[in-house]
């Protein structure tokens, strides 16, 4: 949901305090984040959970839940934002960085109830436009994946089709089906 119709520089919009939930601003517009209801927030949580779990160890990626990422003319909060381990950005103790300004290699968004799916589709292209290799629209109601990618057709994915994203994390094994099972307790 766009909250100003008024233009706005990038550096005007990064002098606004933050709030909760937290605005974005991406293609010129600055919008306020949906507060993740149920079915939202445990697939964001599981699936971060489940990419940390299988790229961690070996010190392939990393994923983020909620990160602002200040890139490509504008500073969007994906849902998870996934960095290969060596493009993570470090403080001068050696600890993450606070800060990041280079497009996450995957951003996913969550459609919420409330959200528009043309709006969330739209930031999924602006995510790949401006340097992210992976973009995942996740669509509870319907149990699929939009699948964007620089210079690719969009995909939707349901049921056993796998979630390829082996362009950043190879060999990561994940079906339509495995990412709804998430939604049930057990």
């Not at 300004?101 to 043309?118: G, H, R, T, Y």
Request: charged content about 30%; proline content about 8%.
């Amino acid at each position: 949901m766009t909250i100003t119709e008024r233009r706005m520089t990038l550096e005007e919009f990064l002098r606004l305090a933050e709030e909760e939930p937290p605005l974005e601003y991406w293609d010129g517009k600055v919008t306020r984040k949906v507060s993740p209801q149920g079915k939202h927030g445990r697939l964001e949580t599981k699936f971060a959970e489940r990419v940390n779990r299988f790229a961690e160890p070996p010190r392939l990626a990393m994923a983020i839940t909620e990160l602002r990422a200040t890139f490509g003319g504008g500073s969007p909060v994906p849902d998870v934002a996934i960095y290969r381990w060596d493009r993570i950005p470090l403080d001068p103790d050696g600890a993450i960085a606070d800060v990041f300004v280079e497009a996450p290699d995957i951003a996913v968004e969550i459609l919420s109830p409330d959200q528009s799916l043309k709006e969330q589709i739209a930031k999924c292209r602006w995510f790949v436009d401006h340097g992210a290799q992976i973009a995942l629209l996740f669509h509870p109601r319907e149990r699929s994946v939009r699948l964007f990618r620089p210079d690719a057709e969009l995909r939707v994915l349901r049921g056993a089709d796998r979630i390829d994203l082996d362009a950043v994390l190879p060999g990561f094994e994940l079906t339509v089906n495995d990412l709804f099972a998430m939604l049930y307790p057990g």
